[in-house]
């Protein structure tokens, strides 16, 4: 499935926890040191674990 995932770039402190629970959709940006979403088509698997990345963002800068 397709949704739309966006990261409030301003906010995020590149702590990496949704790219430990989810590295098939986010990853760290190694030059801003911000996470980016790689991906945003997938399947209802990777989507729990999407949901659970947002859940456990500290700042929940996280929107989908
Ligand atoms: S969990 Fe939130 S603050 Fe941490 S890298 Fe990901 S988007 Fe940024």
Not at 29 to 55: F, H, N, P, R, W
Request: glycine share 8%; charged share 30%; net charge negative.
């Amino acid at each position: 499935m397709s949704v739309s995932l966006r990261i409030d770039i301003d906010e995020c402190i590149g702590c990496g926890v949704c790219m430990e629970i989810c590295p098939s959709v986010f990853r760290l940006d190694d030059d801003e040191g911000k996470a980016m979403v790689i991906s945003q088509d997938y399947d209802d698997k990777t989507k729990d674990l999407v949901k659970e990345a947002i859940e456990s963002c500290p700042i929940g800068c996280i929107n989908g």
